[in-house]
């Protein structure tokens, strides 16, 4: 499984976590069309092109933002979701819960049925 780290999440998870998730990107990594690839609070990715992007390229969307959870719940997968239900917390931390749960992920991207995951 291959995932794209959302702009809230540190892209050095990336690289932390290659030896599971091979192949991953970041947010603040990938090129969108700049046609597309703003949006009101500022030049980052909209989730729309994020979503397409994804999607396109067969990544799961891993990230702390509501507004994923609810795209997926609406539009479905391709590409599916997970959410992080963590507050601030170090980089560090956050590779220690995706990896103590590689084998969740695992099972969840087998299942062509699931669309959301929440990792807490």
Avoid: Q
């Amino acid at each position: 499984m291959k995932l794209l780290f959302d702009e809230n999440l540190s892209p050095r998870l990336v690289v932390l976590l290659a030896d599971l998730f091979p192949g991953s990107e970041h947010v603040r990594d990938i090129v969108i069309p700049p046609s597309i690839a703003t949006h009101a609070s500022g030049p980052s990715a909209s989730d729309s092109a994020i979503w397409a992007y994804a999607r396109s390229r067969g990544l799961s969307i891993i990230s702390k933002d509501a507004d994923f959870r609810h795209r997926s719940l609406v539009l479905g997968a391709p590409p599916k979701v997970i959410a992080l239900l963590v507050g601030n917390c170090s980089t560090a931390t956050l590779a220690s819960i995706i990896r103590a749960s590689a084998d969740l992920i695992a099972r969840f991207d087998a299942d062509p049925a699931a669309t959301f995951m929440e990792l807490p």
